[in-house]
């Protein structure tokens, strides 16, 4: 049995990264890590070319991911909420697997589970939901092909803004937007995975959540 992850972060070893890994790992199971940055996956073009031979008509690494989901007997997605809504990278990945589901519905029955990194605070008064949103928008995939999603790993991120050197200066810093009128990068700091006790629970029970079902179904 092999477990992929995929991450739609371009950062170098994101907090994302390490909790899809963190998830992989939990699992006990062989695994396969790959980050979409990496690669070229261009959106669908909703051309429904992929309808008889269950392959997308577009020449990028679209058609390796597409093989390797359909190899797969477990999928991990990783993503974040820039403008509050899932990655680009991600949503084009989830978009390119549209050539699995005519006819066999060859993700039908695979347990799957989401990661999402957002900067949004959760329940913040005027601001959207933001992982809320993306964690959404990996589950909707997996149920509308009919897999078995297992839960999200949520984990609070970085707005770019602390690390662009302008921080606590520009004025449309997003800092004070998320965090309040006197936030500043020092008061706020960089967030890391590890030191989140919730999420870390999390991608384990997942991980093992995986594990069980994978068991049950052999």
Same mark, same amino acid.
């Given at each position: 049995?092999?477990?992929?992850?995929?991450? +739609?972060?371009?950062?170098?070893? &994101?907090?994302? @990264?390490?909790?899809? *890994? =963190?998830? %992989?790992?939990?699992?006990?199971?062989?695994?396969?890590?790959?980050?979409?940055?990496?690669?070229?996956?261009?959106?669908?073009?909703?051309?429904?070319?992929?309808?008889?031979?269950?392959?997308?008509?577009?020449?990028?690494?679209?058609?390796?991911?597409?093989?390797?989901?359909?190899?797969?007997?477990?999928?991990?997605? +990783?993503?974040?909420?820039?403008? &509050?809504?899932? @990655?680009?990278?991600? *949503? =084009?990945? %989830?978009?390119?697997?549209?050539?699995?589901?005519?006819?066999?519905?060859?993700?039908?029955?695979?347990?799957?589970?989401?990661?999402?990194?957002?900067?949004?605070?959760?329940?913040?008064?005027?601001?959207?939901?933001?992982?809320?949103?993306?964690?959404?928008?990996?589950?909707?995939?997996?149920?509308?092909?009919?897999?078995?999603?297992?839960?999200?790993?949520?984990?609070?991120?970085?707005?770019?803004?602390?690390?662009?050197?302008?921080?606590?200066?520009?004025?449309?810093?997003?800092?004070?937007?998320?965090?309040?009128?006197?936030?500043?990068?020092?008061?706020?700091?960089?967030?890391?995975?590890?030191?989140?006790?919730?999420?870390?629970?999390?991608?384990?029970?997942?991980?093992?959540?995986?594990?069980?079902?994978?068991?049950?179904?052999?």
């Amino acid at each position: 049995m092999k477990i992929l992850g995929i991450s +739609g972060s371009p950062i170098a070893d &994101s907090n994302t @990264d390490r909790a899809v *890994k =963190a998830v %992989l790992s939990a699992s006990g199971i062989d695994h396969e890590f790959h980050k979409l940055s990496e690669y070229t996956v261009s959106p669908c073009n909703a051309c429904l070319g992929c309808v008889k031979t269950n392959r997308c008509v577009i020449k990028d690494d679209g058609n390796f991911f597409v093989e390797l989901v359909k190899e797969a007997d477990a999928l991990v997605i +990783g993503g974040f909420t820039p403008y &509050s809504t899932l @990655d680009s990278r991600t *949503k =084009a990945f %989830l978009e390119r697997m549209y050539p699995l589901r005519h006819n066999h519905g060859f993700l039908k029955g695979k347990p799957g589970a989401s990661v999402i990194s957002s900067c949004v605070p959760e329940n913040a008064e005027g601001l959207p939901p933001a992982g809320m949103l993306g964690a959404n928008a990996v589950q909707f995939f997996m149920m509308e092909e009919g897999m078995n999603y297992l839960g999200n790993v949520g984990i609070k991120g970085n707005v770019p803004c602390l690390t662009c050197g302008n921080g606590n200066s520009c004025s449309m810093t997003g800092i004070t937007m998320l965090y309040g009128p006197g936030a500043t990068t020092a008061s706020v700091g960089l967030r890391a995975f590890e030191k989140q006790p919730e999420a870390v629970t999390s991608a384990q029970e997942i991980g093992l959540g995986i594990k069980a079902a994978l068991k049950k179904q052999s």
